[in-house]
Each structure stands twice: as structure tokens, then as C-alpha cells.
């Protein structure tokens, strides 16, 4: 598996040891949330963890209303992610054992505001024919919903207008060509309803086109349209590791953490904000 270099040993082939998974399951009691006690509490009377328990109860866990996920995501965008290692890890090793199920066949969508100036960059690029990566370092949730996906856009402030994301369709003929990173999680949700998609760092996608107008539910959006590559794959790495002379830029709000501009090639990593 190859990542690019501040993600080398976060998806190692490591296996993952009972102390591990003893520790992992204490932190996520520590939060002292009573739905997250109930959830977690019963694995402590296993003798040991078989990942088919694991992946889906710990799967739930991202999903209830508490501070544990947005913890976990943001400490993956900051590349402080030591703690969280064996979570992403077994999300991987559940998707390889077919105990997590992948989604293909449909449209993905996703809501969300961006600081303007990285939608101009990304604009412009494209519009010069630059190939535009976007890489996720945290989790990422998308919707099969569109209706759904679209209560998230809000006209609240020009510099950070409303995007609407749309994931083309990932054929299931394709399941042999490309690494699936990302997880159907609606029979595991506290929110079953949102038909939601998760997409575990390391996914990558690239950008196709941006539309300036797109109007959805009466509020004018842009809509960025991206193809889904899977892992981050050898040849990606390569260009990654390659340009050394990165640029990094932080946006006064909090929805992009950084971008980096890679000098020495036609390709501009977009890297997604966290979840909030």
C-alpha cells in the first residue's frame, strides 16, 4: 500500500494486537458518553476481539453524537494521528475481509461551504487543463441522498460559499482495478436515514470539472464534479514525494486546513477539510 510519505505508517500491515484493541476500547469509554458506554462496555467481556465484532460496533461508535469522531478527524488532518491508527486500520482490514461493504453503482453527493479563494485555485487549474488531486487525510462522509446532502449548503458568508460535491459513479467492474477506500455505513448508523458513505483517509479522487452555477434547492452553489481513484497508489506517491518545495497555506476559517502546491509538476493537491 502506498501513501504519500506523512501517511507511511498509518496504514501499515501491522496486525493488530488484543493490547491495542484493550486500549483503544478504554479511550473511547473515557468519553463517559452514555450511549458510547452502552455500545463499547459489553466488549470488555469478550476474551478476545474477532474483527467481524470490532469493525461494525466500533464502525457505530464514529457514527454516535458525541466528540469522538470530530477528536479522530481532527487529529488525522493535523497528522497527529498515533492514537488513531488502529481505527483506520481496521476500517481497511474490515473492507478487505468483506465484513464492511463498499459502495458502487450510484452517485455520491456531499454539502459543505469552502474559503473562495481555494475554489478559484482549484478553478483556474482546471480551467488550464492541470490535472487536480484531492486527497483525504481524515474521514469523509458523502450521501447517496442528494436531497439529503444538500441541507448542508448555506449562503452565510461570500468567502466561504456553498460547494456541492458529486462522486461519479464507481462501476463495480472496477472492483479488481482500483483500491476501494470507503465503507456503506447505513446499517451501522445512529442516523440510518442519511445513507451515508464513508471515505477513509488515504481516498483520492480527481477533480473533473467545477460548475460556477449549479443551483440546487433554490441556493446557488458551485458544484465540483470528482472521480474516484481508490488508495493513493503507487504512481500518485511518486509525483507526491517527488516535489519537496511544498507551499503551505492556512484559511482563516477552519474549513481548510492546508494546500499544497507542488512545484514540479501539472498537479495541485487539494486536501479535504475536516469534518464538523
Same mark, same amino acid.
Given at each position: 500500500?502506498?501513501?504519500?510519505?506523512?501517511?507511511?505508517?498509518?496504514?501499515?500491515?501491522?496486525?493488530?494486537?488484543?493490547?491495542?484493541?484493550?486500549?483503544?476500547?478504554?479511550?473511547?469509554?473515557?468519553?463517559?458518553?452514555?450511549?458510547?458506554?452502552?455500545?463499547?462496555?459489553?466488549?470488555?467481556?469478550?476474551?478476545?476481539?474477532?474483527?467481524?465484532?470490532?469493525?461494525?460496533?466500533?464502525?457505530?461508535?464514529?457514527?454516535?453524537?458525541?466528540?469522538?469522531?470530530?477528536?479522530?478527524?481532527?487529529? &488525522?488532518?493535523? #497528522?497527529? +494521528?498515533?492514537?488513531?491508527? *488502529?481505527?483506520?486500520?481496521? =476500517?481497511? $482490514? !474490515? @473492507?478487505?475481509?468483506?465484513?464492511?461493504?463498499?459502495?458502487?453503482?450510484?452517485?455520491?453527493?456531499?454539502?459543505?461551504?469552502?474559503?473562495?479563494?481555494?475554489?478559484?485555485?482549484?478553478?483556474?487549474?482546471?480551467?488550464?487543463?492541470?490535472?487536480?488531486?484531492?486527497?483525504?487525510?481524515?474521514?469523509?462522509?458523502?450521501?447517496?441522498?442528494?436531497?439529503?446532502?444538500?441541507?448542508?449548503?448555506?449562503?452565510?458568508?461570500?468567502?466561504?460559499?456553498?460547494?456541492?460535491?458529486?462522486?461519479?459513479?464507481i462501476e463495480l467492474k472496477?472492483?479488481e482495478n482500483i483500491d476501494?477506500?470507503?465503507?456503506?455505513?447505513?446499517?451501522?448508523?445512529?442516523?440510518?436515514?442519511?445513507?451515508?458513505?464513508?471515505? &477513509?483517509?488515504? #481516498?483520492? +479522487?480527481?477533480?473533473?470539472? *467545477?460548475?460556477?452555477?449549479? =443551483?440546487? $434547492? !433554490? @441556493?446557488?452553489?458551485?458544484?465540483?464534479?470528482?472521480?474516484?481513484?481508490?488508495?493513493?497508489?503507487?504512481?500518485?506517491?511518486?509525483?507526491?514525494?517527488?516535489?519537496?518545495?511544498?507551499?503551505?497555506?492556512?484559511?482563516?476559517?477552519?474549513?481548510?486546513?492546508?494546500?499544497?502546491?507542488?512545484?514540479?509538476?501539472?498537479?495541485?493537491?487539494?486536501?479535504?477539510?475536516?469534518?464538523?
Open positions: 500500500m502506498f501513501v504519500p510519505l506523512i501517511y507511511k505508517d498509518l496504514l501499515t500491515k501491522k496486525e493488530i494486537t488484543e493490547l491495542e484493541i484493550q486500549k483503544f476500547n478504554d479511550f473511547l469509554l473515557d468519553y463517559k458518553n452514555e450511549e458510547l458506554t452502552h455500545l463499547i462496555k459489553p466488549l470488555n467481556n469478550i476474551q478476545y476481539f474477532p474483527k467481524e465484532i470490532l469493525c461494525k460496533y466500533w464502525l457505530r461508535a464514529y457514527t454516535i453524537d458525541c466528540n469522538f469522531y470530530k477528536e479522530m478527524n481532527n487529529k &488525522l488532518m493535523s #497528522s497527529k +494521528f498515533d492514537l488513531f491508527n *488502529i481505527f483506520v486500520k481496521l =476500517m481497511y $482490514k !474490515g @473492507i478487505e475481509l468483506n465484513i464492511l461493504n463498499s459502495c458502487f453503482n450510484c452517485k455520491l453527493y456531499r454539502g459543505t461551504n469552502l474559503n473562495i479563494d481555494e475554489i478559484n485555485e482549484i478553478n483556474k487549474r482546471i480551467s488550464s487543463n492541470k490535472k487536480v488531486l484531492v486527497f483525504c487525510k481524515a474521514f469523509l462522509s458523502f450521501s447517496k441522498n442528494i436531497d439529503f446532502a444538500s441541507v448542508y449548503l448555506e449562503e452565510k458568508n461570500p468567502k466561504t460559499p456553498p460547494v456541492f460535491f458529486e462522486i461519479k459513479e472496477d472492483k476501494v477506500s470507503n465503507i456503506e455505513i447505513k446499517n451501522f448508523s445512529n442516523f440510518y436515514i442519511e445513507d451515508e458513505i464513508l471515505f &477513509l483517509p488515504g #481516498s483520492s +479522487f480527481l477533480i473533473e470539472k *467545477i460548475d460556477e452555477n449549479f =443551483m440546487i $434547492k !433554490g @441556493i446557488k452553489s458551485y458544484k465540483i464534479t470528482l472521480n474516484y481513484i481508490g488508495k493513493f497508489n503507487n504512481e500518485l506517491t511518486k509525483i507526491y514525494n517527488d516535489n519537496q518545495k511544498i507551499k503551505n497555506l492556512t484559511s482563516n476559517d477552519d474549513l481548510i486546513k492546508e494546500i499544497l502546491y507542488l512545484h514540479k509538476t501539472d498537479t495541485f493537491f487539494f486536501h479535504f477539510p475536516k469534518i464538523i
